[in-house]
């Protein structure tokens, strides 16, 4: 059974800190218990519902298909913004892909937000692809890469102080949500490691409660909002929920966060409202799922948009034929724009093969057909080359502000110490 333990707010360090958050006190911090490896029983209604959603999944991965490989990095680039946003990180999908494209080179200028959704984007990739196997057990060490992944300034490893979720200070007393201590963690993270490999049963039921347990948790200083998302995509492919695509839930997330943040409210209740997490779980997903149809749907009309668009823009400059070779350059290019939607001069020809003077001839041609458009440094310097039209599909859902303020790591007095130190028995930092 899940418990609160009462401890001790005393900063020894509390020069830099409001009055509010200088004073002492007493605050309860919430200990889930351990998931083991078997699925609670939950009601007929909550099981209807992640029945629902686990074959309005599959509908949604048969009918995108084949279509899916092309599509993932584009729906994780969608994925990912609507976590980060959720954290309260907003980027454009447009300065996400260049960011993307320009994170490792010398001349390539990148905003701090748009790196860190990147790690996201990386960090989504390795859950589905090195945690996905099912063959493959997760570990404790696993899933302290993949926040290592998402927040390479922290030092890698489980948090060894308290931290806290929202509130209005630099304070536990007065956090919205106050996770377990740091001597709980690596127990509870090894037990949802083994909830992870272990379990069996609907891949919904899974992904929802190894999600909220892992928000529980909070097993990090920083970044657990977005390893948690991450972690629904490892548990839907390890049970081989989908198989050709990744479903956005966050996205839906994003745009209904009071709700999200709900759900997980719900979970945490002694006893836990599990039932109503997971019937919102499910819903999230099910709305999730025609995201993707329709985002699908779009990018294949927009292809053939797109490729119209070329056709008509040759016959206008009187290039012949007016419809490219099947095996000419601008074509290859055209085919990819979904999984690569920025491109620059060296990229495009060693992707295709090509000289750069082919590979320059080719982007020209796309962007006087409006299909690329040229982006500069402040300088003036034409850096890369963007597929606009498809990268405005990545919009899912509106931007969303910071969900309870985020985690403590954001919150720090302006001219205080990273956290209040370790003070006497019971004295607890973020």
């Known amino acids: 059974m899940a418990y609160y333990v009462d401890l001790l707010w005393n900063p020894e360090d509390a020069s830099h800190l409001g009055r509010k958050d200088r004073a002492p006190g007493r605050y309860r911090a919430y200990v889930p218990d351990e998931l083991g490896d078997e699925l609670p029983a939950i009601s007929p209604a909550a099981q209807r519902a992640a029945e629902d959603a686990l074959a309005v999944l599959a509908r949604a991965d048969e009918r995108i298909g084949e279509r899916g490989r092309f599509l993932n990095h584009l729906l994780i680039r969608s994925e990912s913004i609507s976590s980060s946003w959720i954290e309260g990180n907003s980027v454009t999908p447009k300065k996400l892909a260049i960011a993307e494209l320009l994170q490792h080179s010398p001349t390539g200028h990148s905003t701090r937000v748009a790196v860190e959704v990147v790690a996201n984007v990386r960090a989504t990739e390795a859950a589905i692809t090195e945690l996905g196997d099912f063959d493959r057990a997760v570990t404790t060490a696993d899933i302290e890469r993949l926040q290592h992944v998402i927040e390479p300034r922290l030092e890698p490893g489980l948090r060894t102080v308290q931290n806290w979720v929202g509130g209005p200070g630099w304070s536990p007393l007065r956090a919205e949500f106050v996770p377990p201590p740091e001597s709980e963690v690596q127990r509870l993270v090894d037990d949802l490691a083994r909830f992870v490999t272990a379990t069996e049963g609907n891949p919904v039921v899974r992904a929802a409660i190894a999600h909220a347990q892992f928000e529980t948790i909070h097993p990090f200083i920083d970044g657990n909002g977005r390893t948690g998302r991450a ?133 020209v041609q796309l962007a006087e057909a409006g299909i690329l458009g040229r982006t500069k440094d402040h300088k003036g310097k034409l850096i890369c080359w963007t597929a606009d039209q498809h990268l405005a599909l990545v919009s899912l859902t509106e931007r969303s502000n910071r969900v309870g303020a985020g985690d403590t790591e954001h919150g720090g007095p302006r001219l205080g110490p990273p956290a209040p130190a370790v003070g006497r028995v019971g004295a607890l930092r973020a």
């Open 231 to 363: 972690l629904i995509h490892t548990v839907l492919h390890r049970a081989d929920a989908l198989r050709n695509t990744l479903i956005p839930i966050s996205t839906v997330f994003a745009g209904a966060k009071d709700r999200y943040i709900a759900g997980l409210t719900a979970f945490r209740q002694i006893p836990s409202h599990l039932d109503d997490w997971i019937i919102g779980f499910a819903e999230a997903a099910e709305l999730a799922a025609g995201n993707a149809v329709r985002l699908a749907a779009d990018i294949a009309d927009l292809d053939e948009k797109v490729r119209a668009d070329l056709i008509r823009s040759r016959e206008v400059q009187a290039i012949t034929p007016a419809a490219p070779r099947r095996d000419a350059v601008v074509l290859k290019i055209l085919d990819a724009l979904a999984t690569d939607p920025v491109l620059t001069i060296e990229k495009t020809a060693e992707q295709h093969g090509v000289s750069t003077a082919a590979a320059h001839r080719a982007l």
